[in-house]
């Protein structure tokens, strides 16, 4: 079955304590990337990956890293968590770049002390 | 700066009510145009999209929308909804000239009273 996995869904920590959303997608897709949805502000895109070793900032990058060195893994990386990173992440892969379908995961809800 | 508009934040409609829902974008150039819909509890998933061609683009579960050129709206349709449309669409248009940098709009939540 074509997917995209997050892991962990739902996870508590706290200020500082670095840690690390994964996203793997079985569609051999070459895009990937992730958004973050907050109340009011609907989904703001954190990072994109047009292939393997290429990635680029979205509209709120600021505290996050990612990294892609393999094709199915794009994971997402908080160094130092804020309270104001609390929000629901989601990752999205796509065949043809951001103008294709977006195929998205689950989603991973994230709560920072 | 592009920027993507959803006028509507929540609406509430009747079972068999007609709905529109509006989208207004500010991108130069050619774009393709999305919507989306979230279920409750559930990950985005498309709704219906418009690369070229017929303006009016048919979507699943008896969704339409409209792309005009000359007022930068896609506009989503339905003529008659019902409850278990209840969900958050959203709108994302994103431009032709290879800046991945994919925008959504800010949401519309719709309820449906049965």
């Known amino acids: 079955e074509a997917q995209v996995t997050q892991n962990p869904r739902y996870l508590i920590t706290v200020t500082g304590k670095k840690l690390t959303v994964t996203c793997s997608q079985n569609?051999?897709?070459?895009?990937m990337s992730w958004y973050r949805q907050d109340p009011g502000l609907g989904l703001r895109q954190i990072y994109y990956?047009?292939?393997?070793?290429?990635?680029d900032k979205g509209d709120v990058p600021e505290g996050y890293k990612v990294s892609r060195k393999e094709k199915r893994n794009f994971p997402l990386i908080l160094e130092s968590p804020s309270p104001n990173q609390t929000s629901l992440y989601f990752c999205?892969?796509?065949?043809?770049?951001?103008?294709?379908?977006?195929?998205f995961g689950e989603g991973s809800r994230l709560t920072v002390l | 700066a592009q920027s993507v508009s959803q006028h509507n934040h929540h609406v509430i409609l009747s079972e068999a009510a007609s709905l529109e829902l509006g989208c207004n974008y500010s991108?130069?150039?050619?774009?393709?145009l999305f919507w989306y819909v979230q279920y409750p509890g559930q990950h985005l998933q498309l709704l219906l999209k418009?690369?070229?061609?017929?303006?009016l683009v048919k979507g699943i579960k008896g969704f339409e929308a409209e792309f005009i050129k000359s007022k930068f709206s896609f506009n989503l349709r339905k003529p008659s909804v019902q409850w278990s449309d209840t969900a958050e669409y959203f709108c994302?248009?994103?431009?032709?000239?290879?800046?991945?940098?994919?925008?959504f709009g800010t949401g519309t939540r719709l309820t449906i009273i049965p």
């Open positions: 994302a248009p994103i431009s032709n000239f290879g800046n991945e940098k994919l925008t």
């Open positions: 990956s047009m292939n393997v070793e290429v990635t």
């Open positions: 991108y130069g150039g050619t774009v393709n």
């Open positions: 569609m051999n897709h070459e895009y």
């Open positions: 999205a892969s796509s065949k043809q770049g951001a103008g294709g379908e977006l195929f």
């Open positions: 418009y690369f070229s061609g017929d303006p």
